[in-house]
């Protein structure tokens, strides 16, 4: 799977190409509304491979993403062979915790759906956030760049 960048809110943002399958459709013909969660959790972890900071990396460094808070706005249905792009951007604020902002977006321009996730970076060792994953990420990345860190 290829994954293209495309234009969210005037920023360049990261996307990944996905077609609706029909067994992750729901009893009303749409797509089931956990699925959203697993299409946006596939951009987060293509968006970190594509920086040069895949799982295994991140598990070698002894450190691993965290999700806190998901917030999901459902705005459009989607159907069977739907094809969306799902966008990720990190939007850096300081301090232990992190936004990625996501848009599940129709090939016509319509948003299915906006995903907000607030994620931190666990220290696997001590099992708590570390204080700075921005920096963190930085040291590690192969192309910080696509993580929003240059």
Not at 117 to 124: A, M, N, T, Y
Request: with cysteine; aromatic share 6%.
């Amino acid at each position: 799977m290829r994954t293209l960048p495309e234009q969210v809110e005037g920023s360049m943002a990261f996307s990944v190409p996905i077609t609706v399958r029909g067994y992750e459709l729901d009893i009303n013909g749409h797509l089931n509304q956990a699925v959203y969660l697993q299409y946006a959790e596939h951009a987060r972890w293509e968006l970190l491979r594509e920086g040069g900071v895949p799982g295994e990396k991140m598990v070698a460094a002894g450190i691993g993403p965290v999700v806190l808070e998901t917030t999901i706005k459902y705005l459009r249905e989607l159907h069977l062979g739907d094809e969306v792009t799902v966008s990720c951007e990190f939007e850096w604020s300081g301090g232990k915790v992190f936004t990625m902002r996501q848009f599940i977006t129709k090939l016509d321009g319509t948003v299915s759906a906006q995903v907000d996730v607030v994620s931190g970076i666990l220290d696997l060792r001590a099992r708590k956030l570390i204080a700075d994953p921005r920096e963190r990420l930085l040291e590690i990345a192969d192309a910080p760049e696509v993580l929003g860190l240059r």
